[in-house]
């Protein structure tokens, strides 16, 4: 079985709880769990980085948007190559972010 690593950059003091409890936030670009693909990414949005191993068809099988973050594309798709460059979000809702925590191969800090 393929998996994937889900990578999540926080400041939280207790990250462990991150680890186990994930929560949705509101943020500029809506309401979730963000997390990415790309460990350079999430060093850009916390010093402490948590990381869930998933089955490669987890983003398949649950909802989630994946998208650039800069998110200038949605004004035309002539822009969108540009956009990606500065990194790819998957936004999870709450339900599959705890999906995520309980089902994941396995959990840890980076």
Known sequence: ????????????????NVLDCPKATKNINGLGFY??????????????ICVW???ASF???????????DQRYVEGLETYDECARNGIEVVLSQQVADLMSVYCEDAFVL
């Open 1 to 16: 079985m393929r998996t994937i690593k889900l990578y999540h950059g926080t400041s939280a003091s207790d990250v462990n």
């Open 35 to 48: 997390c990415t693909l790309d460990l350079e990414v999430a060093k850009q949005f916390g010093s402490k």
């Open 53 to 55: 191993e998933v089955e």
């Open 59 to 69: 983003l398949d099988k649950f909802e989630s948007i994946i998208r650039p973050i």
